[in-house]
């Protein structure tokens, strides 16, 4: 199969307007995948499921990501000039990560027996802007994953056939595997609690003693 | 002064009752024969939910054979049976269901929660739509830890269940639900709610385990 950076140059030749990216990938598997912009995914998953060399006709599996706002860390060494003698310097960079809600597909081709490549298309944000285009019309066994995927997560599928919750009861308002999900306090003795146990514990027992 | 009979008293002394057993005359009290009859013609429930229900199943079948203990006719429907057997993992939107087939069940009705998902959560307990025991909706006759629980532990529970019935005096303040008019016979079904079920648990059944800091 071809690499992903091919994949993405004949993509961007076949579909000008479409903004792409590789995202890198530090683990040992070293997987990249491409992020695509909305706009043009449906564009994108057409052209790699009817292309002759690719024939991406099966999509294994979609599943969410929760990217909550962070303050990210980066350390840089920095030369500096102290008493006209040069010392390296660690210096701690902060950047401001924006929220998003993240759908990942992992795309396979039956016919020509190769795979995976791996999609990724991110919302503009994660309170109102949590729209995305649904990629159902094109691989059919994404209908299920994708209400999956709004029902715990809450990312809208614009052209989903039949979008409704899967899991979760109809009128339930949270989505559970949001970052920021808050579950019910119905906490109860727990004889050996640690790590997030623990600590509902700890915020259960100040609340017991506050009544 | 109670006038009532204590049950002590209806017994026949068991040194007459081996003497007229010698001569072919059995004597038992209506109680004795009652709750024989009953604890040896259990009918549970055919339903499943998850893993530990495939142990119910393997209880069942020839190697364990739940026949020997009278309990091997499993009905489809809730009218027919008389013990329920919860048999894996409860979930929040799964609970509403399973107290309407337990309201629907006939009287006098029994209730095993088997395995850890069925008497506590389980290794899910603190996921987001797992309810933590279904004695927070039901009363519960007998819990079954393991996950699963092998079928003999099922036995068990079952053999502790005749034993349970077997000793249910027919009379009395301790006389059971189904012979008390003022015993509750349904249980309250819980509503989905918009972040939990509605109500969170059944407070007539379910009290929270009372903590105890040193």
């Known amino acids: 199969?071809?690499?992903l950076e091919q994949i993405k140059s004949r993509l961007t030749h076949a579909l000008p307007g479409a903004r792409m990216e590789i995202i890198p990938n530090d683990s040992p598997s070293g997987q990249l995948s491409l992020l695509v912009d909305g706009a043009h995914a449906v564009a994108v998953a057409k052209f790699l499921r009817g292309d002759l060399e690719?024939?991406?006709?099966?999509?294994?599996?979609a599943t969410g990501i929760d990217w909550p706002e962070a303050v990210i860390k980066t350390k840089i060494k920095k030369k500096v000039?102290?008493?006209?003698a040069e010392k390296e310097v660690e210096e701690i960079l902060e950047t401001l990560r924006s929220g998003c809600l993240e759908v990942v597909y992992h795309l396979y081709s039956m016919t020509k027996k190769h795979g995976p490549v791996?999609?990724?298309?991110?919302?503009?944000?994660r309170?109102?802007?949590?729209?995305l285009p649904s990629l159902t019309p094109v691989w059919r066994s994404c209908e299920f994953q994708e209400r999956e995927i709004f029902d715990l997560y809450g990312i809208g599928f614009a052209g989903h056939p039949d979008l409704r919750r899967i899991l979760m009861w109809y009128g339930f308002k949270d989505f559970p595997m949001r970052k920021d999900y808050v579950a019910p306090d119905d906490f109860e003795y727990e004889p050996?609690?640690?790590d997030e146990v623990l600590e509902k514990t700890r915020q259960h027992s100040a609340r017991e003693v506050k009544l | 002064m109670d006038l009532r009979v204590q049950p002590q008293n209806y017994f026949v002394d068991e040194g007459l009752k081996n003497e007229l057993q010698k001569q072919g005359v059995f004597t038992t009290t209506l109680e004795g024969i009652y709750n024989w009859g009953r604890q040896n013609s259990i009918w549970p429930l055919q339903f499943g939910l998850a893993c530990c229900a495939i142990e119910m199943i393997a209880t069942t079948m020839a190697r364990y054979d739940l026949a020997r203990f009278g309990a091997e006719?499993?009905?489809?429907?809730?009218r027919q049976a008389d013990l329920m057997i919860v048999a894996g993992t409860v979930t929040k939107k799964m609970a509403p269901q399973v107290v309407r087939l337990y309201n629907q069940m006939a009287e006098p009705k029994y209730v095993i929660a088997m395995g850890a998902c069925a008497i506590s959560g389980g290794p899910f307990?603190?996921?987001y739509n797992v309810l933590k025991g279904i004695d927070r909706y039901i009363p519960v006759d007998v819990h079954i830890p393991g996950c699963p629980p092998r079928p003999e532990a099922l036995i068990h529970a079952f053999m502790t269940l005749q034993q349970k019935i077997s000793a249910q005096e027919l009379t009395g303040v301790n006389r059971p639900r189904h012979l008390n008019a003022e015993a509750p016979s349904e249980f309250v079904v819980p509503k989905f709610g918009e972040h939990d079920l509605e109500p969170p648990s059944n407070p007539s059944v379910w009290k929270p385990a009372a903590l105890t800091r040193a």
């Open chain 1, 54 to 61: 690719l024939r991406l006709d099966y999509c294994s599996n």
């Open chain 2, 125 to 127: 307990k603190q996921g």
């Open chain 2, 73 to 78: 006719v499993f009905r489809p429907s809730p």
């Open chain 1, 118 to 125: 791996i999609l990724r298309l991110r919302t503009e944000n």
């Open chain 1, 127 to 131: 309170t109102d802007k949590t729209q």
């Open chain 1, 1 to 3: 199969m071809e690499t």
């Open chain 1, 81 to 84: 000039v102290v008493d006209g």
């Open chain 1, 192 to 194: 050996t609690p640690h």
